[in-house]
């Protein structure tokens, strides 16, 4: 029940971040430069490669491409290029067979799973020096109002990689 309730947290965080600095209509949601190799096939041995957060926006939208409310990428509020946060949504609440499903696709772009598949708590991913945690469930009543309308449910995908600090000057 603990397990249920954390990842509902984790699921309610992402779609409120979606909803509050993302557009409600997945149709209207930035489209990162990378979306045409969304439908590529994976490069050989991909989760060997460092990936860049285009890479990792783009494994989300090839991954959830039968959600069919789409995918809304969340703007990072400090412009990280180390998190990728996105929610796709679905006229009806995903479960296990949707989770699967994403799962098995994201592993079609070289990520592997740590743990098991678990539609009941938070399953995690990890390729390229990137960590995924993800997550399904119901659109939480306190924030209906800011996702699709038509929307009942959602995925919710939260990656990060380790953040580095640009160097700093060199004081002369």
């Known amino acids: 029940m603990f397990r249920h309730a954390w990842t509902m947290g984790v699921v309610a965080a992402s779609l409120l971040a979606t909803a509050c600095t993302a557009s409600a209509d997945p149709a209207s949601a930035p489209r990162s430069p ?3 190799s969304a439908a590529a096939p994976p490069s050989p041995a991909p989760s060997l490669k460092k990936k860049t957060r285009d890479d990792v926006i783009s494994d989300f939208r ?3 491409e039968a959600f069919d409310l789409g995918l809304t990428v969340v703007k990072d509020p400090w412009k990280r290029e180390c998190v990728a946060d996105s929610t796709a949504f679905s006229r009806t609440e995903p479960g296990k067979k949707d989770l699967l499903r994403v799962v ?3 592993k ?4 592997r799973l740590r743990g098991d598949v678990d539609a009941d708590g938070a399953t ?23 996702v699709p309308s038509s929307a009942s449910g959602a995925l ?3 990656a990060m990689s380790k953040c580095t600090k640009p160097p700093s000057p060199s004081p002369r």
Do not use: M, N, Q
């Open 34 to 36: 990378s979306v045409a």
């Open 62 to 64: 090839y991954a959830t």
């Open 104 to 106: 098995s696709r994201l």
């Open 108 to 111: 079609e772009r070289g990520w």
């Open 124 to 146: 995690f991913l990890e390729s390229g020096g990137w960590d995924i945690i993800t997550g399904v469930g119901p659109i939480p009543g306190d924030i209906k109002d800011r």
């Open 156 to 158: 919710a995908l939260s």
